[in-house]
């Protein structure tokens, strides 16, 4: 069969560490390739270097037979391959058309210099309208959520006209809705004759939409299905090497002795333009208690945690934990009463990535007398505490001392969730604690929300995948437009009836599903 | 790692490498020897007892005019204002040395120092405080305020402070008291030795304390300190004041070690504030780096006179040297703050690829 792209003993070694070792990779002409693998397998890293952004170590990639060599984005773009990076590459403060024609500005006939935007404008509309998209060219992209950002990012590279479209987990990112839309988006795409490759660790998706699997394990190829002779239960065995959990065990386990740890009480908070995103929430978390909080992303969730975590002001409403008032407390403030924070934009507010994995890891604790015993940092306390928490969460790495910026991003989440649970907090606020983690991971990371609430402690968890919600917590409040418009019980709730008060049906005594 | 090391170290040496080139040229051009006239400006400025102290000597204000930079550009902030706060310290450490009667050398010297740094903190304080809290851009202000300060302070040495008896605006000359004394017959005073101590200071807040870390990450990423509890607004403030006082204490010293009264061109020209920036550039921001390249760049001012001296080479020559580094030097700073180059180079290959894909 015709192959579109494909790659000769492809190998990608950062100094000592080898990322990717003699890939082998294939895709046909108008297939859907899904990839899928741990983090950390090399995933991402394989994608980079057929999009001209990261140069081989050695080995070759082939264009339709013929030998080509990327030496740049621009080189792959030219030449119909284009690429959405895990993590989006927007610039905020330019508007829809602007990031879409970043770069390929359509400029004024008669005066070169002055861009020409009611063309620019036109021409944008009519691509959205062409793939069926729902966007507002002028608004600015800071306003946007995450999915319609992504949704940008393939606009981008469907106006310069590629035939290969490489996304790098799209879906980790999406609301369960957005997901389905851009599921149909993607088959959509595949019918307009477009060859897709898709890195996911979903594997719900990969049966629904790819034609055929590939499957990276530790920088090497360990596998490749057709799709329709393979099931999920299969791949997450490949992947793995052992067979993996693909539900959660929670035993719902009740604590003795419960107490209040957490109570909130009509919170109310204005955005910047004085819109109110969180509207009079009330709510509380007891000892040995996840409190989840579903929701159709851009529903006040995100704003909720800001306040929660000292990132935002209240204007009204209080907090009160473990009886003591923390209304509006700054951050450092929090951290130090007990509170864990596993923030929802890993790389923005989790992690720096270019301060190295040690300055990473006691991000947050830098004032405790663990790390300045005599007040002043000690180098190898805080080396041993960042390889025990390396050791404890199998975070794959390259380089020991160097910077965040080379971990994968399933590894930089496991990161910050494992110093998060180091400091064994009171409170662990989680906001999408496994966006972009690998099914064993998951699996992990799930296993240590449950013994910590079995052990007393007392979880908030934001998630817009809401089987994770309603399988990991035990009493699960509804967010629509700012407010809790209901709270339900997950044991005896069905995915529908959360899913019709998620859009804004009336309470749960009243819907009859 | 290794390789980014080198791109750093390459980023501080090719700007004086190109402008010991172009200055070579140049003397080529006039028919000199350049190789000699270098020999004769690092040779005696570096490698005779005599110039080496003098360098020293004169190395001292710039390394407490360098590092004051160099902490705020670690934190991503721009206090350009060390030449106003460093006046302002070399000012009030004139006024207390020539008008507060002191027994103590030492106390009176330590009492200048202290108005000195609180001299330097309050002038910092004001753009600092607008840059935490109303989010105005501190390099702006403090840039302005270094022309009030210069105007304020020309006014007060020429009217209420000023010392009839010279022929020149000028003010009292400090008591002894307040003068430090020379080290053996070489001009090196104690104040060399408190700017190294401060170095030594310096180098272990940033690599070994909280502190040091709080400036790299806010520098880094104000987001992340921000959400991870460093206080930034709050460290803003307090970089600056650190900042406004180490100028604040350079001044103090330039005061009590070299100029003993205020004139109207105390800090030299350029001023040792502007040619802190250029050390704190050259230095690539690490303190280590501010030592070295306060020492080299000392060198190169006290090797104009010998150049002068020593051969028929107009010692202008060193000022176009000067002017070279601080030229290439800028490009890389423009670069840094505002990246018009590789803003201008995403949009071409952009752009570019938009062109491929058409054909
Ligand atoms: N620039 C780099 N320098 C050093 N090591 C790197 C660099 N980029 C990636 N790596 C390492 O290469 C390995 C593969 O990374 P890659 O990003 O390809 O993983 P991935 O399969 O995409 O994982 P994930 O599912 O978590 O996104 C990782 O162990 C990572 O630490
Ligand atoms: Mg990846």
């Known amino acids: ?28 002409e108008g297939e859907i390739k899904a990839i899928v693998g741990e983090n950390g397998a090399g995933k991402t890293t394989l994608m980079n270097m057929l999009y001209g952004d990261l140069e081989p170590t050695s080995g ?24 959405v990076h895990q993590h989006f590459m927007l610039v905020p403060s330019f508007s829809v058309y602007e990031n879409i024609l970043l770069g390929a500005e359509i400029v004024n006939e008669r005066i070169p210099f002055l861009v020409n935007s009611k063309e620019e404008k036109q021409r944008c509309r009519e691509l959205i309208e062409k793939y069926g998209y729902d966007l507002d060219v002028n608004e600015k992209v800071a306003n946007l ?24 987990e799209p879906t980790s990112v999406l609301t369960p809705q957005e997901v389905d839309e851009f599921l149909i988006q993607l088959k959509k795409l595949k019918a307009k004759g477009k060859t897709i490759i898709i890195i996911t660790h979903k594997l719900r998706e990969v049966m629904d939409v790819s034609d055929s699997v590939m499957v990276m394990k530790q920088g090497q190829v360990i596998g490749n299905v057709e799709t329709d002779e393979t099931s999920e239960a299969e791949l997450a065995q490949m992947m793995v090497g ?88 700054w951050v450092n403030d929090l951290r130090s009463k007990g509170i864990g924070i596993v923030p929802e934009d890993r790389f923005a507010e989790g992690l720096c990535k270019e301060m190295t994995l040690c300055a990473n890891s006691i991000a947050g604790s830098t ?55 180091f400091k064994s907090p009171k409170l662990l606020i989680a906001c999408q604690p496994t966006r972009g983690v690998d099914i064993g991971a998951i699996e992990f990371i799930h296993r240590q929300i449950i013994d910590f609430r079995d052990k007393g402690g007392a979880v908030l968890l934001v998630s817009s995948e809401l089987s994770e919600v309603l399988s990991l917590a035990d009493r699960v409040g509804v967010m629509y437009k700012g407010g809790i418009i209901g709270e339900v019980d997950p044991q005896q709730t069905t995915e529908t009836e959360v899913g019709l008060l998620m859009a804004g049906a009336a309470p749960r005594t009243e819907a009859t599903a | 790692m290794n390789r980014f090391n080198l791109v750093k170290l390459a980023n501080s040496l090719l700007p004086v490498a190109f402008a010991l080139l172009i200055g070579a040229g140049i003397m080529v051009g006039m028919g000199h020897n350049p190789l000699e006239a270098y020999g004769i400006m690092f040779g005696r400025s570096l490698f005779t007892v005599r110039g080496l102290t003098n360098t020293l000597h004169m190395a001292s204000p710039l390394i407490l005019a360098g590092l004051a930079i160099a902490v705020t550009f670690r934190a991503n902030l721009f206090n350009m204002g060390v030449e106003g706060q460093l006046l302002f310290g070399g000012f009030m450490a004139g006024i207390v040395g020539a008008y507060i009667q002191m027994s103590s050398p030492l106390l009176h010297k330590l009492l200048a120092f202290l108005a000195a740094a609180a001299a330097g903190m309050l002038f910092a ?128 010293g330039h005061m009590m070690s ?40 000392s060198s190169l001012k006290t090797g104009a006179d010998n150049i002068n001296l020593y051969t028929g080479i107009p010692k202008e020559i060193v000022a176009i040297i000067q002017g070279l580094i601080i030229l290439f030097l800028s490009i890389q700073l423009i670069e840094q703050r505002f990246g018009p180059v590789k803003r201008w180079r995403a949009k071409r290959q952009m752009k570019e690829a938009e062109r491929g894909s058409v054909e």
């Open chain 2, 258 to 297: 070299h100029e003993f009264n205020y004139t109207l061109s105390f800090s030299g020209n350029p001023g040792i504030g502007w040619d802190g920036m250029l050390i704190s550039l050259l230095g690539g921001h690490s303190p280590l780096g501010v030592l070295i390249a306060a020492v080299f760049y």
């Open chain 2, 125 to 252: 304080l004001l753009p600092a405080l607008l840059r935490a809290f109303l989010r105005v851009d501190e390099m702006v202000v403090t840039l302005t305020l270094n022309y009030v300060m210069m105007t304020i302070l020309e006014y007060l040495a020429s009217g209420p402070f000023r010392n009839q008896g010279a022929g020149y605006v000028s003010t009292n000359t400090i008591r002894e008291t307040a003068m430090f004394s020379r080290i053996g017959n070489t001009r090196l005073t104690p104040f060399f030795i408190i700017s190294v101590i401060i170095f030594l200071l310096m180098w272990f807040l940033q690599k070994k304390t909280r502190f040091g870390y709080t400036v790299e990450a806010i520098g880094k990423n104000p987001q992340f300190s921000e959400a991870t509890g460093l206080r930034v607004r709050r460290n803003i403030v307090k970089l600056m004041l650190i900042s406004g006082a180490l100028a604040g204490i350079a001044g103090a």
């Open chain 1, 367 to 421: 004032a405790s007398k663990d790390f300045s015993p005599r007040g002043v940092f000690s180098t190898k306390r805080i080396r041993d505490h960042c390889q025990t928490l390396i050791d404890e969460y199998r975070i794959r790495i390259a380089d020991f001392d160097g910077n965040v910026s080379q971990l994968s991003g399933g590894n930089a989440q496991k990161l910050i969730i494992a110093r998060e649970m």
């Open chain 1, 1 to 28: 069969m015709e192959s579109m792209l494909s790659t000769k003993d492809l190998t990608k070694q950062f100094g000592d560490f080898t990322a990717n070792d003699k890939i082998n990779f294939s895709v046909r």
């Open chain 1, 242 to 329: 052992r067979k993996v959990l693909l539900t959660v065990q929670n035993d719902h386990k009740s604590v003795d002795g419960r107490t209040v740890m957490l109570n909130v009480n009509g919170l109310t908070t204005n955005d910047a333009a004085g819109k109110t995103v969180v509207n009079n929430v009330s709510f509380h978390i007891e000892t040995g208690e996840i409190y989840g909080i579903a929701g159709v992303e851009g529903n006040g969730q995100s704003e909720l945690v800001k306040l929660l975590s000292g990132m935002m002001e209240s204007t009204s409403g209080s907090v009160v934990f473990e009886g003591q008032d923390i209304t509006n407390w």
């Open chain 1, 60 to 83: 070759a990639v082939f264009l339709r037979g013929k030998h080509v060599r990327f030496n740049s984005p621009r080189d792959a773009i030219a030449n119909g391959i284009g690429m």
């Open chain 1, 145 to 168: 959520s995450v999915g319609e950002q992504q949704k940008i990012e393939i606009l981008k590279m469907l106006y310069r006209d590629v035939d290969i479209l490489i996304l790098d």
